[in-house]
């Protein structure tokens, strides 16, 4: 792939205007990190429902900006408007409490733990946050609930594996149900298809897709297959150092020439023919 260029217009083209309800926008988000610009002054906003990539070469910014939403890190300047309120800078718990989780290496926190223990142990944090300390819990209502969440996942027949013995597909799709055990209504997956062979990619990636249609929520994940992000997300947005290159359906970012300079190299559209 071709290497980032600082892009000297910005974006250069935004043919793509999202028309339905926005549930996340991002309003002149600056993040720095000494004399790194790591988020440039981005302005995007998120249709609800919608299932969205974020895209870019290394050191785009693609990670900074998931920090950013997920309250990891706070923004030096901008806004963060989720379901209308400006949540930048809350601390990371508030912000799952009011409905973003973030699916990465969660099983990691659990790894003593079977699959079914730790749906169990995610259920019962999540409850004891909407409730006080002292509400009894029903064994078997947080049983259901994980058994009902091991199998959204296609996990249920991993239920006594110690989750540190999953295969590596597996792992990931604890993360994600562990984070649907937030009950999220945005989801931000980190390269979900990070370190799989291509026959994995895709059962991973139809797996997300197919939690996407069911749960009804709002997805956008980080990505680096270009078919995957071609062939799944809804809309596609480039990052290059930090700013948005460009935003659109796929037929729109695969032409878009900004986007194939600066990221998808020369060759991409002849190998795509
Ligand atoms: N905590 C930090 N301290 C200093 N610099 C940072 C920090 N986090 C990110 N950066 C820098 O900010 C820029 C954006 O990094 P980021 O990890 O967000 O990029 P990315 O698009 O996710 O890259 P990759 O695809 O390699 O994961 C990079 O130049 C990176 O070195």
């Given at each position: 792939?071709?290497?980032?260029?600082?892009?000297?217009?910005?974006?250069t083209?935004?043919p793509?205007?999202?028309?339905?309800r926005?549930?996340?926008?991002?309003?002149?988000?600056?993040?720095?990190?000494?004399?790194?610009?790591?988020?440039?002054?981005?302005?995007m906003?998120?249709?609800?429902?919608?299932?969205?990539?974020?895209?870019g070469?290394?050191?785009?910014?693609?990670?900074?900006?998931?920090?950013?939403?997920?309250?990891?890190?706070?923004?030096?300047?901008?806004?963060?408007?989720?379901?209308?309120?400006?949540?930048?800078?809350?601390?990371a718990?508030?912000?799952?409490h009011?409905?973003?989780a973030?699916?990465f290496?969660?099983?990691?926190i659990?790894?003593?733990?079977?699959?079914?223990?730790?749906?169990?142990a995610?259920?019962?944090?999540?409850?004891?946050?909407?409730?006080?300390?002292?509400?009894p819990?029903?064994?078997?209502?947080?049983?259901?609930r994980?058994?009902?969440?091991?199998?959204?996942?296609?996990?249920?027949?991993r239920?006594?594996t110690?989750?540190?013995?999953?295969?590596?597909?597996?792992q990931?799709?604890?993360?994600?149900?562990?984070?649907?055990?937030?009950e999220?209504?945005?989801l931000?997956?980190?390269?979900?298809?990070?370190?799989?062979?291509?026959?994995?990619?895709?059962?991973?990636?139809?797996?997300?897709?197919?939690?996407?249609e069911?749960?009804?929520?709002?997805?956008?994940?980080?990505e680096?297959d270009?078919?995957i992000?071609?062939?799944?997300?809804?809309?596609?947005?480039?990052?290059?150092?930090?700013?948005?290159?460009a935003?659109?359906?796929?037929?729109?970012?695969?032409?878009?020439?900004?986007?194939?300079?600066?990221?998808?190299?020369?060759?991409?559209?002849?190998?795509?023919?």
């Amino acid at each position: 792939m071709a290497a980032c260029e600082r892009p000297k217009y910005r974006p250069t083209s935004i043919p793509h205007r999202d028309p339905g309800r926005h549930v996340l926008s991002l309003v002149n988000l600056k993040k720095s990190f000494g004399g790194i610009i790591a988020t440039d002054d981005l302005s995007m906003d998120f249709s609800q429902g919608s299932l969205s990539a974020i895209i870019g070469p290394n050191g785009a910014g693609k990670t900074t900006l998931f920090n950013l939403i997920s309250g990891r890190i706070r923004p030096d300047s901008g806004r963060i408007v989720f379901n209308n309120e400006d949540i930048a800078g809350l601390p990371a718990t508030q912000i799952v409490h009011k409905g973003i989780a973030r699916a990465f290496q969660v099983s990691s926190i659990f790894p003593t733990f079977t699959v079914r223990q730790s749906f169990e142990a995610a259920v019962l944090a999540k409850w004891r946050k909407l409730n006080n300390l002292f509400t009894p819990f029903s064994q078997m209502a947080t049983r259901e609930r994980a058994q009902e969440l091991m199998e959204k996942v296609g996990l249920q027949h991993r239920a006594c594996t110690l989750s540190r013995h999953l295969a590596h597909g597996e792992q990931k799709l604890l993360d994600i149900g562990l984070a649907l055990a937030l009950e999220p209504s945005l989801l931000l997956l980190d390269e979900p298809t990070a370190g799989m062979g291509p026959e994995e990619r895709i059962d991973m990636i139809g797996r997300v897709h197919a939690l996407w249609e069911r749960e009804k929520i709002t997805v956008i994940f980080i990505e680096h297959d270009m078919d995957i992000v071609f062939e799944y997300a809804q809309v596609i947005r480039v990052l290059c150092y930090g700013a948005l290159l460009a935003e659109g359906t796929a037929e729109q970012i695969r032409s878009n020439q900004a986007v194939i300079d600066a990221y998808l190299g020369a060759g991409f559209t002849e190998d795509a023919a």
